[in-house]
């Protein structure tokens, strides 16, 4: 079965930069697809193939992709960003979505 | 825009049954492949099965293969997942979601809990 490896935690202070990883052998050649997920909230796409943002998230939020590693960025930490935050994968092989553990992000 | 609301979740005992829905709301239903997913209280997040626009395919994840039958009515808008020889590890928020592309979810619904318990 396929893998996705998150950090259980991050924290930063706010205005600094969040970087969460999302590792799986050769994850570059996958979409990868991100859900920020508040407190007693259903989660909500922040970012879909890779680094593409849905409408009404902010560009502080942005995404990369390569080799083993996808990377969610969140530039200018704010209160409000402190949530779980998950990574996705569609595998064509196997027909079903597979989640990272998530990550749970605290501000400082 | 896009609403989708479930119901049906409760308290039930293991190895019965139940049948979760979701209404969906603010786009052409059947023109999109809808899932369902779970996460059990303090896990994370664990995709349960999807089906595409016109219900002729469904894959389900290997946890409830067996078990679980996705199901819609384009007529009503509506999706179903019929649950069968519940477990207490099928304990869950249920969520049913809007499928993108065939490879991820874009607008969820609020969830619906699901107890199994004796």
């Known amino acids: 079965s396929y893998i996705l490896t998150q950090p259980p935690s991050v924290s930063v202070a706010p205005g600094q930069t969040a970087r969460i990883t999302c590792g799986g052998s050769n994850i570059g050649g996958f979409a990868v697809h991100w859900y920020q997920q508040k407190a007693g909230q259903a989660p909500v796409q922040v970012i879909f193939?890779?680094?593409d943002r849905p409408s009404g998230i902010p560009e502080r939020l942005s995404g990369s992709n390569s080799g083993n590693t996808a990377t969610l960025t969140i530039s200018r930490v704010e209160a409000g960003d402190e949530a779980d935050y998950y990574c996705q994968v569609w595998l064509t092989t196997s027909d079903r979505m597979v989640f990272g553990g998530g990550t749970k992000l605290t501000v400082l | 825009q896009v609403q989708l609301v479930e119901s049906g979740g409760g308290v039930v005992q293991p190895g019965r049954s139940l049948r979760l829905s979701c209404a969906a709301s603010?786009?052409?239903?059947?023109?999109?492949?809808m899932h369902w997913l779970r996460q059990a209280p303090g896990k994370g997040l664990e995709w349960v099965a999807v089906i595409t626009y016109d219900g002729r395919t469904k894959h389900y994840g290997d946890s409830v293969k067996g078990r679980f039958t996705i199901s819609r009515d384009n007529s009503k808008n509506t999706l179903s997942l019929q649950m069968t020889s519940l477990r207490a590890d099928d304990t869950a928020v249920y969520y049913c979601?809007?499928?993108?592309?065939?490879?991820?979810?874009?607008?969820w619904g609020q969830g619906t809990l699901v107890t199994v318990s004796s």
């Open positions: 193939h890779d680094s």
């Open positions: 979601a809007r499928d993108v592309a065939a490879v991820t979810a874009d607008y």
């Open positions: 603010g786009f052409t239903f059947s023109h999109y492949g």
